[in-house]
C-alpha cells in the first residue's frame, strides 16, 4: 500500500474488479485514471529536473508536466523542445543503469502549445515512448478538437501501450454563461471519440480568473468566487460522470515571509472543497506544495472502514446499517456503492489516514 497505509480487503478489491463484468485490463486502465493525483507542472526549459527525479528529490509526486505552454515565450520554444528531448535521454539513460530509478519515476507528461507542437512533441517523445505516459492538451475547444483527434489516433496506431491525453478545459466559452452549457455538451461530444486515452479533464482555475480580472487571495478558495464556481460545478456536472476531473492550480506556496501556514491553510481547505464537488488530483506548481496535495489524497479511515462494509456487504434483506466506522452515519448498499469503489481505488492507490 502507498503511503503506509493499510492492506486492502482482498474480498472488497475482487468486488471492485468484478464489478459490471469489467476485465483486469480496463480495470487497469480505471486504476491509472485515478494514479495521476500530485502533479506538478515545470516548465520544458529546466535542465535540472531530470536529474532530481532520477535521484528522487520529489517522492510524493505523481506526475510531472513538462510544459512548453504558458510558461515559455515565444523565442525560447526551440530551446524547450532541446532541453525535454535531452532530458528523456537523461531519464532513459538513468534507468538502463538503475532499475530501481523507475519504481521512483513519476508518469511523464508533456503539455503542449498547437497542434503543430503536437505533431513536433510526438515524434520526438517516439524513441522513449515506454517512459512518456502522455500529453497534456491546453485550451482544448471544438475548435481544435477534431484536429487533435486525428493526431492521437495516429499516435496511437498500432501501438501496444497507448500514449494518453488529458484535455483542459480553460477558455472563454466554457465559462461564459451565454453558451457554456452548448460548449460543455460539444466538447463532451469530441473527448468522447478518444475516451480509451483520456486520463483526466483537466480545468483552468487561473485562466477562468483572468477573463474577470479576477483573482484569490491566500485566505480564499476558488469557490469563493462565484462565477468560476458556477462553470466548475457545471464542468464536473457534465464529465465526472465518465471521466476523473483533476481539481485547479493553487498559486500560493511556501517563502520565507512568514505566511507559510497562510498558504498551507488555504490549500488544505481548497483540496477539501475540490474533494467534496468530486475533482481528483491537484496540479502543484512549487514542490513546496506536493506533500500538502499527497496527504489529502490520502482517504480518510472512516471512508475507507464504510467502503469496505458497502461492498463487503453480506445480507439477504436490509440495505441500510449504521456505519462500522466512528463517524455516525447511514451506509446504504445501493446508494453509496459507486462512492465505495472509488474510495477502494484511492485508498489502494495513495494510502488511509488515521489522523
Known sequence: MANGGPDIDCDAIAILCGENGKTMESMSFEHLKYSIGVLMYVPALNKKIAAELCERKYPHLSSIVFCFEDSILDRGLEEAEETFSASLDYISSNLNKNTAVSLSLPKIFARVRSVEQFHRIRRLVEPHAELVTGFVIPKYTPKCAKLYEREIHAMNSGRKKPLYVM????SAEFIYKENRL?????????????????LNVRVGGNDFCALFGLRRHVSQTIYDIAVVRDALSDILNVFSRDYVVSGPVWEYFANDSGEEQLWKKGLQRELELDRLNGFIGKTAIHPSQLPVIANAMKVKSSDYEDAL?????????????????REHRLNEVKVHATWARKILSLAEIYGVSYD
Open 182 to 198: 452548448e460548449s460543455l455538451l460539444e466538447i463532451k461530444k469530441r473527448i468522447d471519440e478518444i475516451s480509451p486515452y483520456v
Open 309 to 325: 462494509q458497502i461492498l463487503n456487504w453480506n445480507d439477504s434483506t436490509l440495505g441500510v446499517v449504521k456505519s462500522a466506522s
Open 167 to 170: 484535455p483542459t478545459l480553460e
